[in-house]
Structures are given as C-alpha cells and as structure tokens.
C-alpha cells in the first residue's frame, strides 16, 4: 500500500456558533490543509497520482475558501466552521475529485494554527 501526502493552506476568519468564549467572536487563521492518498498499485509510469494533479484538486477545493468569512460558506451556513467539520468537508469533496479507482482519500487534516489540528478519515 502507497499513501501520499500534499499540503496547502489558506487565511480564512470564522466564528464558532454556540461556543462560550473569544472564539464565538470572528477571528482568522491562517489554515494548513493536509491531504493523505493511498493506492495499493502504482499506474504505467509508477505512480499512485501524480504529486501535481493531487496539489491541484486540494487548491481547487479550498479556493472558494481562501480570504472569506466561513460562516458564509456551504455547508457552514449550517454547520459550524470548526477544523472538524472543515476536515471533513474537504474530505467529502476531495473523494468526489478522484476519478482514479486505484486511489483514495485516506485521510485529511486541517490545522487552524501551528499547535491544533483535527483530522477526518474514514474507517
């Protein structure tokens, strides 16, 4: 088994809904998203996916994000913006931009600052 790994970020604000305490006011973060692949075997040149195209699908994932107000965004006009749900989103929607059967998301992380990060995989 292959896992790779890219990373991208984004600056972004957001305010926790329901949450007591100086989160619950918008603030912003300047995001790191990490995106974990595995595929069990490699295509006709030896790669699982190219490092490039796996960069370009995250970026196009998070630019509706980069420079917004989370809160404003779908599905966190219902959900809160926390790095869980973010997690999880990016997750959901880097799977439907793998056409490749050979691979899959393994896992995603989102980091809101150098010290806290949550990460969603399935199990």
């Given at each position: 088994?292959?896992?790779?790994?890219?990373?991208?970020?984004?600056?972004?604000?957001?305010?926790?809904?329901?949450?007591?305490?100086?989160?619950?006011?918008?603030?912003?973060?300047?995001?790191?998203?990490?995106?974990?692949?595995?595929?069990?075997?490699?295509?006709?040149?030896?790669?699982?996916?190219?490092?490039h195209?796996?960069k370009?699908?995250?970026?196009?994932?998070?630019?509706?994000?980069?420079?917004?107000?989370?809160?404003?965004?779908?599905?966190?006009?219902?959900?809160?913006?926390?790095?869980?749900?973010?997690?999880?989103?990016?997750?959901?929607?880097?799977?439907?931009?793998?056409?490749?059967?050979?691979?899959?998301v393994?896992?995603?992380?989102?980091?809101?600052?150098?010290?806290?990060?949550?990460?969603?995989?399935?199990?």
């Amino acid at each position: 088994m292959y896992e790779l790994s890219i990373e991208v970020s984004f600056s972004a604000a957001h305010q926790l809904r329901a949450y007591k305490g100086k989160c619950e006011n918008m603030h912003g973060h300047n995001w790191k998203v990490q995106v974990s692949v595995m595929a069990e075997t490699l295509n006709e040149i030896d790669l699982a996916i190219d490092f490039h195209d796996l960069k370009r699908m995250a970026n196009e994932v998070i630019a509706p994000l980069d420079h917004a107000f989370l809160n404003d965004i779908f599905p966190f006009t219902e959900k809160n913006p926390s790095s869980e749900n973010m997690a999880k989103w990016i997750f959901d929607t880097m799977k439907k931009k793998i056409t490749d059967e050979r691979v899959r998301v393994s896992a995603v992380s989102v980091w809101e600052s150098d010290t806290a990060s949550a990460t969603y995989y399935e199990s």
